[in-house]
């Protein structure tokens, strides 16, 4: 086959991309949602947000004793000891007086690290009305407790054991978390016993905070891969132990991605926190073949002296954008985006941004979020950070415990055809060869995975398939006559790519870009994909042929 080389691209191309991952990912949450049949999942998809109690928020978090009424509701808990107020304020939880401790709160120049006021270990920000409604009803649990079981000692121990969830048979050597979620061989359930993640891999997230690791006892207690943070904020030192960490993670063969803890408030920001991730990058000696999981960009709501975070979502989008197209351009593809249910459903509910979404943290009974998307390249991940205080032989005091699942092409059904991506030509690419795939991702395509599943029967209508050596692009038609005219005009047959179902099972749309040169087709099963380039100035060119599933 003639595979075109990456040349240089268009940003047209780009952001046609970012719009069809974005539809692609609202249509995969809601027919994730239909397929399970869960009618408030789809009406929460189409508001935007997902409804979550505040005691699933919380989960096993700490809460504080008390809130000092001085303290708005809006305002956010960002630590048991510390809320920030919409405009940045850092408030002291039970005085209700500003922090000014610069290891808490930074100074106007330089940010705080992050995890300072949590002492290494990620927490989930949730309103103060909520902790209060939350505080309030454990006080009334606690009392009814100690009314019914005589004394408050015995209601602790009846509660601590229904927190250990059903009995069923675990995984002794994953941990799961105090609300119940367990696991069973390589998938975790949600305390119900519903899967939350199947194929998923138990994994680590990593910082200053958990000192020197051992990561040889770490590997041996069963932990099959780390998140490692390289930093936060623009400029700023690396993270002491992330050399160490990486170096050892790569001597031991642990699969690892990274993440950098962001305090950008506009697109340039954004760029500048990009170009410090290839510049610790390049001194780690971390190219992007190194990195088996993505190079997460942390979205939270931060506290810094004389710096507040966009409220907007759309600002946040641009943040992003800037942040990945710097590291594409260094040459690293694989960057998504971690952050928590909430923030994600408002500061952070924009189409976009929820595209490239992985990893999701939420401490709870039950991983609620469904609006995964995939990293900048296609690659597929499903990352839930279930834990804020594991323990894990090899590393001393608590670290937050990951369970993640990354899709690949293993034993897949006859007839699945791949996507992919060349980000600097813009064209989509389609085949049924996973040698052909696995080729392209490897020469810099990005996977945007299975498109749709075709029939291989030779007795149906063939799909053919065309190269042009001039521009390097593929096309696909099922029209003997077009067929005729493309290798009148010096295109290259191909073959039959694969056929179309005569059942009609799943139309294939077919739309083209009058205003691109070269690269101006897209075959899609998805009929918002189409619709939406359709209103971008695409025309609709009809069904191209049909597949038997999806």
């Known amino acids: ?160 054991t229904a927190d250990e969830g059903t009995a069923v048979a675990q995984n002794a050597s994953y941990q799961g978390n105090s609300w119940g979620a367990y696991w069973n061989g390589s998938t975790i359930y949600n305390h119900d016993g519903s899967a939350a993640i199947t194929n998923a891999k138990f994994m680590v997230d990593v910082s200053v905070f958990q000192k020197t690791i051992d990561w040889a006892a770490v590997k041996a207690s069963g932990v099959q891969g780390a998140i490692i943070r390289v930093g936060y904020g623009w400029d700023n030192p690396m993270d002491s132990t992330a050399a160490y960490n990486i170096q050892q993670c790569k001597r031991l063969g642990i699969p690892f991605g990274i993440y950098l803890y962001s305090y950008a408030a506009n697109a340039s920001e954004g760029a500048a926190e990009g170009r410090t991730v290839v510049r610790y990058l390049k001194e780690l000696g971390v190219s992007a073949s190194d990195l088996s999981y993505p190079i997460y960009y942390d979205l939270e709501k931060f506290q810094w002296t004389g710096h507040s975070p966009s409220q907007d979502p759309n600002v946040n989008a641009s943040i992003l954008r800037s942040f990945v197209s710097t590291l594409a351009s260094a040459g690293y593809g694989n960057v998504s985006v971690y952050s928590y249910t909430s923030y994600l459903n408002t500061v952070l509910n924009s189409s976009y941004i929820h595209s490239l979404t992985t990893w999701v943290a939420q401490y709870g009974a039950k991983l609620q979020y469904t609006a995964y998307g995939s990293a900048a390249n296609g690659q597929v991940y499903k990352g839930w950070q279930y834990h804020d205080a594991g323990r894990v032989s090899g590393i001393s005091g608590n670290v937050d415990l990951d369970a993640f699942s990354h899709q690949t092409y293993e034993n897949v059904a006859a007839g699945t055809t791949f996507r992919l991506y060349n980000p600097n030509t813009g064209e989509h690419f389609f085949t049924l060869n996973g040698n052909e795939q696995k080729m392209l991702v490897q020469l810099g395509w990005y996977d945007e995975g299975i498109a749709w599943v075709a029939t291989t029967t030779s007795k149906q209508v063939p799909v053919y398939r065309f190269y042009n050596p001039n521009t390097g692009e593929h096309h696909y038609t099922i029209a003997v006559v077009e067929k005729n005219m493309l290798t009148s005009v010096g295109w290259k047959y191909e073959g039959i790519a694969w056929y179309s179902d005569p059942k009609q099972t799943v139309p294939i749309y077919r739309v083209y870009n009058p205003n691109a040169k070269a690269y101006s087709h897209l075959y899609t099963v998805n009929a918002n994909e189409a619709s939406m380039l359709a209103r971008a100035g695409w025309n609709r060119e009809g069904i191209g042929w049909y597949a038997v599933g999806l």
Do not use: C, F, K, W
Not at 21 to 44: K, M, P
């Open 1 to 160: 086959m003639a595979v075109a080389t990456l040349a240089s691209g268009a940003v047209a191309a780009t952001q046609m991309r970012s719009a069809v991952l974005a539809a692609n990912s609202a249509v995969t949450s809601s027919t994730t949602a239909a397929q399970s049949g869960d009618l408030a999942a789809l009406n929460s998809i189409a508001s935007g947000t997902v409804n979550q109690s505040a005691a699933d928020s919380t989960g096993s978090q700490e809460l504080p004793t008390s809130i000092s009424a001085s303290i708005p509701d809006d305002a956010t808990l960002t630590s048991p000891s510390v809320a920030v107020t919409d405009d940045g304020t850092a408030l002291d939880v039970q005085t209700g007086e500003q922090i000014t401790d610069p290891q808490i709160v930074g100074t106007e120049d330089t940010p705080p690290d992050p995890l300072a006021a949590t002492g290494g270990t990620h927490y989930t920000p949730l309103s103060v009305g909520e902790a209060r409604e939350q505080i309030a009803d454990d006080a009334t649990a606690t009392a009814s407790t100690v009314a019914d079981e005589g004394t408050a000692d015995e209601g602790i121990a009846d509660e601590g």
